[in-house]
T-cell receptor
Framework: QKEVEQDPGPLSVPEGAIVSLNCTYSNSAFQYFMWYRQYSRKGPELLMYTYSSGNKEDGRFTAQVDKSSKYISLFIRDSQPSDSATYLCAMSGATDSWGKLQFGAGTQVVVTP | DVKVTQSSRYLVKRTGEKVFLECVQDMDHENMFWYRQDPGLGLRLIYFSYDVKMKEKGDIPEGYSVSREKKERFSLILESASTNQTSMYLC??????????????FGPGTRLTVT
């Protein structure tokens, strides 16, 4: 079983809808939770970064972490065609000072005009 | 502006060839990483380095080696390329001193095909 599970999609939504993405994990030592966005033929770029449990908001993006359920989410409000990309969750433990991350497989999102 | 560059975007090699993938970062980051990305498997860590001449195995190091002679440069070497090493290879770097080593910056990737 993988440490981080993520539905690969594709997830297709109409423009303006809310995109809801999630990951589950098995390692209770994970303390840092990231979401990366990867456009086609590009490398991933960091989108959101959260430590421990709770919510974090940045513009149209909201990241949620529920450590009791080992479940993280990313919500994109008022989705735009430019949000079409693959979204990867990533996480790491607090004791891992070298910054090693465990990634999910990525969810492909398609926002249709 | 943060920048990680990789030597090639596309590469085609024959089985048994020795392959070198180069990565350069201009952010003075201590950590550098090599991943491969395959459909349905996500990013898997091959090797990482936290300092010049230092290296640590990741989750899938078999068939690969690395070299870091200068802080800004991290090379991935396929000693004898095989068809199962056909993949997208991504290099990343991250800072250590800012307290956010988890904030990784990625290059554009090299799509390697081994025939």
């Amino acid at each position: 079983q993988k440490e981080v599970e993520q539905d690969p999609g594709p997830l297709s939504v109409p423009e303006g809808a809310i995109v809801s993405l999630n990951c589950t994990y098995s390692n209770s030592a994970f303390q840092y939770f990231m979401w990366y966005r990867q456009y086609s033929r590009k490398g991933p770029e960091l989108l959101m970064y959260t430590y421990s449990s709770g919510n974090k908001e940045d513009g149209r993006f909201t990241a949620q972490v529920d450590k009791s359920s080992k479940y993280i989410s990313l919500f994109i409000r008022d989705s735009q065609p430019s949000d079409s990309a693959t979204y990867l969750c990533a996480m790491s433990g607090a004791t891992d000072s070298w910054g090693k991350l465990q990634f999910g497989a990525g969810t492909q999102v398609v926002v249709t005009p | 502006d943060v920048k990680v560059t990789q030597s090639s975007r596309y590469l085609v090699k024959r089985t048994g060839e020795k392959v070198f993938l180069e990565c350069v970062q201009d952010m003075d980051h201590e950590n550098m990483f090599w991943y491969r990305q395959d459909p349905g498997l996500g990013l898997r860590l091959i090797y990482f380095s936290y300092d010049v001449k230092m290296k640590e195995k990741g989750d899938i190091p078999e068939g690969y080696s690395v070299s870091r002679e200068k802080k800004e440069r991290f090379s991935l070497i396929l000693e004898s390329a095989s068809t199962n090493q056909t993949s997208m290879y991504l290099c990343a770097s991250s800072p250590l001193r800012t307290g956010k080593p988890y904030e990784q910056y990625f290059g554009p990737g090299t799509r390697l095909t081994v025939t």
